[in-house]
């Protein structure tokens, strides 16, 4: 395995790896269970190193794996902290390692290993061009009920305002700051700690290869998707 390219763009991109993934099934932590052989960390960094936005990565793993995951990584041109207790303390965490300079960043779950350097690319475009915070998203397909404690349907949302909201997000570096600064709940959306600022969050168009691996079905679906790439 070897890096793509050397990391040169005005964006940091940061990925929280340090929650264990318990929906997904007996293992170690998720960003480091295997997908085609490689663990999802692999494949998240790889993707988003090939957006030509990218110039700096920080990783929050987990605080007793820290080492293994830069041996992991070692091919590739990034930083490695040790992660939190919860997804929020790992981002802070992450943020912190953030050199001067970087005036753009973007949070991306390892989970969604396949996400495209195009989407990250996408995402800090809208930054650039003047939004606080930017999530991409999808169209919900479903049908939506709203229920009652019992389980009884109180009605059909109309779906037709809403969306599936994906990573990376996107924030000028003071707001995600200042989101984190002032949170005093658990979060784990950086988009709705943004919104609690008072800050609008934009949209653009998410993608589907961005689904995020969290139970098996999911992981199944990734590896026919990564066979379906090769082929």
């Given at each position: 395995?070897?890096?793509?390219?050397?990391?040169?763009?005005?964006?940091?991109?940061?990925?929280?790896?340090?929650?264990?993934?318990?929906?997904?099934?007996?293992?170690?932590?998720?960003?480091?269970?295997?997908?085609?052989?490689?663990?999802?960390?692999?494949?998240?960094?790889?993707?988003?190193?090939?957006?030509?936005?990218?110039?700096?990565?920080?990783?929050?793993?987990?605080?007793?794996?820290?080492?293994?995951?830069?041996?992991?990584?070692?091919?590739?041109?990034?930083?490695?902290?040790?992660?939190?207790?919860?997804?929020?303390?790992?981002?802070?965490?992450?943020?912190?390692?953030?050199?001067?300079?970087?005036?753009?960043?973007?949070?991306?779950?390892?989970?969604?290993a396949l996400a495209p350097a195009g989407l990250?690319?996408?995402?800090?475009?809208?930054?650039?061009?003047?939004?606080?915070?930017?999530?991409?998203?999808?169209?919900?397909?479903?049908?939506?009920?709203?229920?009652?404690?019992?389980?009884?349907?109180?009605?059909?949302?109309?779906?037709?305002?809403?969306?599936?909201?994906?990573?990376?997000?996107?924030?000028?570096?003071?707001?995600?700051?200042?989101?984190?600064?002032?949170?005093?709940?658990?979060?784990?959306?950086?988009?709705?700690?943004?919104?609690?600022?008072?800050?609008?969050?934009?949209?653009?168009?998410?993608?589907?290869?961005?689904?995020?691996?969290?139970?098996?079905?999911?992981?199944?679906?990734?590896?026919?998707?990564?066979?379906?790439?090769?082929?």
């Amino acid at each position: 395995m070897t890096a793509h390219r050397e990391l040169r763009g005005d964006v940091a991109v940061l990925v929280p790896a340090a929650g264990l993934g318990v929906r997904l099934g007996p293992g170690g932590p998720k960003a480091l269970r295997l997908l085609g052989g490689e663990p999802l960390l692999v494949h998240a960094v790889r993707r988003l190193s090939e957006a030509p936005c990218v110039g700096c990565v920080v990783v929050a793993a987990p605080a007793d794996g820290v080492e293994a995951v830069q041996r992991l990584l070692e091919a590739y041109d990034v930083t490695v902290v040790a992660g939190g207790a919860t997804r929020q303390a790992s981002v802070a965490a992450a943020l912190a390692a953030v050199p001067a300079g970087f005036e753009i960043v973007l949070v991306h779950d390892a989970a969604r290993a396949l996400a495209p350097a195009g989407l990250f690319e996408r995402v800090a475009g809208a930054v650039r061009g003047g939004h606080g915070a930017v999530v991409p998203v999808l169209p919900v397909v479903d049908t939506i009920k709203q229920v009652d404690a019992a389980g009884a349907v109180l009605g059909t949302v109309d779906r037709s305002g809403l969306r599936a909201v994906q990573t990376p997000q996107g924030f000028r570096r003071e707001v995600l700051v200042a989101a984190h600064a002032a949170a005093v709940d658990e979060h784990t959306d950086d988009a709705g700690m943004a919104e609690k600022l008072g800050i609008e969050v934009h949209t653009v168009a998410g993608d589907e290869l961005a689904l995020k691996i969290t139970r098996p079905l999911d992981l199944a679906l990734a590896e026919l998707l990564i066979k379906a790439t090769e082929d």
